[in-house]
Every structure is written in C-alpha cells, then in structure tokens.
C-alpha cells in the first residue's frame, strides 16, 4: 500500500487576528462613509454601525441590529 504524504496546514488565524481584521475594515470604511458625506462631523457612530454593518454582510456574518 503507498504511504500518504502530508502536507500540514498552514496555521488558522485566531479569533483575535480575525475581529482585529474586521475592526480596520470598520474604521476604513466608515471613515469613506465620513469623507463622503464632506467630513462633516457629528455622525460618526452612524458611520460606525453602517460600516459595522455593511462590513459583516459581505464577510458572511449576520449583522445584529
């Protein structure tokens, strides 16, 4: 019988590398979201949850409201 050769994994992110990827992707967006409304201040946990949000969903997650 022919022996299998293994090819080990490369190493899974962990939960932190993951939601710290997540949180830069937030903060970038919103601040688009910030920018593209004329840097007008005053909204930005609007922008926040609306990155939040929009971020999640196409990530696959299902964003709580």
């Keep these: 019988m022919p022996t299998r050769k293994t090819v080990p994994f490369p190493p899974a992110a962990t939960v932190a590398e993951i939601e710290s990827d997540l949180r830069a992707q937030i903060a970038a967006r919103a601040f688009e979201l910030y920018t593209q409304r004329g840097a007008e201040h005053g ?7 609306r990155a939040e949000q929009e971020v999640l969903q196409n990530a696959g997650a299902v964003a709580v409201a």
């Design 43 to 49: 909204h930005d946990l609007d922008d926040w949850l």
